[in-house]
């Protein structure tokens, strides 16, 4: 599935740069935009992000979003207003795929199994890329290059429609994975939501000792700047954020407290050995991280999975991947008949290959493992 034509809701920054990265592609869609903010829409067709932009009430956004409109919809509002937009979409008849870019996923993918009529296809979405900045103004179209992008796909989601959404995020550069939208949320909370609020109580603990002319926040050098870069982020949008994962982001910061207390607790003891093992444990973790991942070698990996055409058998299978650290390069659907297909998996050389083959073993797939070696010629 190839979108021709690509609707845009929220022309902020994520909302921009997907303009921005599916204008700067080989064969680009029609991009176009619905915002509340008739600046933001000028700017971005300005600019070359979009072909054509429409407040909400528009007579655009009628025709992009009824039953004849957009090949695709995604929806780059703030977390807090994707419901009322997947209500929208039902009341005015839209019949073509859906996607999102929230950083929360649960209520979100019940939200719109609720709303959306029978037939949309509704692929839940997360580009984990972002930036201290917020706008259209500060749209980049290689926001989405090198980084995670997460899919939450479900029982009832369409396997055609997965695949035209994984292959966009694809073409962008992104690392695509596929997780389910409740440990989404467990997981982001630990790595971004709490990350967020500790980089903003570190600039809020600095401000509480400058002193009347700023001294301490005069001498924040460089560690303490790249540490708290996030807290510039907007306020707006990170309320909302952690809002929508409550639960999620207070056992994250009540786990980090406990930390926290336990490097507090060897330094009360005076046990050394205890904070230099807590210390480089935390050093050696962090060091293993790749700067930017690339693969390690040119070859791919194949995995065919024999299915049955049945709802829910991508979300099981690619959602295996995603436990075990598997990066899906590309997806393809053979149909052997109308009840039977195979579902072949291009994996780069990243996770555990084994691991996630063995479980779908387990689950009772056959899958078949096989090198592609990309130098080949076609």
């Known amino acids: 599935m190839r979108f021709e034509s690509i609707v845009i809701v929220g022309v902020g920054l994520i909302g921009g740069s997907f303009a921005a990265a599916a204008k700067q592609l080989p064969r680009p869609p029609r991009v176009l ?14 600019h070359g992000l979009l072909d054509s932009a429409s407040l909400p009430d528009g007579l655009g956004a009628q025709a992009w979003l009824g039953k004849d409109g957009a090949d695709l919809v995604v929806l780059a509002t703030p977390a807090a207003h994707v419901e009322e937009w997947l209500m929208r979409l039902g009341s005015m008849g839209y019949h073509g795929v859906v996607t999102d870019v929230a950083s929360t996923k649960k209520g979100v993918v019940a939200a719109a199994g609720l709303y959306l009529r029978p037939g949309v296809a509704f692929v839940g979405g997360h580009p984990m890329a972002g ?22 796909p479900t029982e009832k989601t369409d396997m055609d429609a997965f695949r035209g959404v994984h292959a966009l995020a694809s073409e962008f550069g992104s690392r695509v994975v596929s997780v389910d939208a409740d440990a989404h949320d467990d997981v982001v909370a630990i790595v971004s939501h709490v990350p967020h609020v500790a980089a903003s109580a570190l600039v809020n603990l600095a401000a509480a000792h400058a002193g009347e002319r700023g001294e301490a926040l005069r001498l924040a050098a460089g560690g303490f700047k790249d540490t708290t870069r996030v807290a510039a982020g907007s306020p707006e949008l990170w309320t909302g954020i952690c809002m929508d994962n409550a639960d999620a982001v207070i056992a994250g910061i009540e786990e980090f407290r406990d930390v926290l207390g336990r490097f507090a607790g060897a330094l009360r003891s005076g046990d050394v050995e205890e904070a230099r093992r807590w210390l480089a444990d935390a050093a050696d973790i962090r060091r293993s991280l790749p700067a930017q991942w690339v693969p390690a070698t040119e070859q791919l990996i194949e995995v065919v999975v024999p299915v049955l055409d049945r709802p829910g058998v991508v979300a099981e299978v690619t959602t295996a991947a995603g436990r075990h650290g598997c990066n899906i390069e590309g997806i393809e659907i053979d149909h052997l008949s109308e009840s039977s297909a195979d579902l072949l998996l291009v994996l780069t050389d990243e996770g555990d290959i084994d691991g996630f083959a063995e479980e779908l073993r387990g689950a009772g797939y056959s899958p078949r493992v096989g090198s592609l070696d990309i130098r080949k010629e076609p």
Do not use: H, K, N
């Open 131 to 152: 930036s201290e900045r917020s706008g259209v103004q500060a749209s980049d179209p290689d926001l989405f290059r090198g980084a995670y992008y997460v899919l939450t």
């Open 33 to 46: 935009g619905i915002d509340v903010d008739p600046v933001a829409l000028s700017w971005a067709c300005e």
